[in-house]
């Protein structure tokens, strides 16, 4: 997977002006597979630290079964996170079905790691560290017959 290096300010030409930058910013995530800020947080962190690159919103199947859709997806490890915001997930029926993925997930070897946006601005070092030790935990024999796909349109 082809991931578009991080634009700043500082990388632009000097004619261009902040809404090119922004528009720049929101296409090379958009191709990414990036569809919120937060996510956009999550991918700038995981770059910055040079980490190796997830497929971001990656649905995963089992065979022909829909297994999940993960924010972040690292096949070789086996591992997933997902950037979950009181938005999303603060409604009863949201907050089960988050519940039921992530254990859909857990019991195919998946390891799933639940972040918040607010800890990836404010806990930056802890959310790398624990992504680090999970990437490290190496690859269940069980997720080896998952397959990704890429994230739709």
Same mark, same amino acid.
Do not use: I, K, N, Y
């Given at each position: 997977m082809q991931i578009s290096p991080p634009i700043s300010p500082d990388s632009a030409a000097p004619s261009e002006d902040r809404k090119s930058i922004a528009r720049k910013l929101g296409l090379a995530e958009v191709s990414d597979g990036i569809r919120s800020a937060a996510e956009a947080d999550l991918r700038d962190l995981i770059i910055k630290a040079r980490l190796p690159v997830p497929m971001f919103n990656a649905r995963l199947y089992l065979g022909p079964a829909f297994l999940a859709a993960v924010d972040a997806w690292w096949?070789?490890?086996?591992?997933?996170?997902?950037?979950?915001?009181?938005?999303? &997930? @603060?409604?009863?029926?949201?907050?089960? &079905?988050? @519940?039921?993925?992530?254990?859909? @997930?857990s019991a195919h070897g998946v390891i799933v790691l639940h972040v918040t946006p607010d800890q990836l601005r404010t806990q930056p070092a802890a959310v790398l560290a624990d992504i680090r030790r999970a990437l490290a935990a190496g690859r269940s024999p069980a997720t080896q017959a998952i397959r990704a796909l890429p994230a739709a349109g």
């Open positions: 096949p070789q490890a086996g591992v997933a996170v997902e950037v979950d915001s009181r938005e999303w &997930h @603060l409604s009863p029926a949201d907050w089960d &079905h988050t @519940l039921r993925r992530g254990r859909r @997930l």
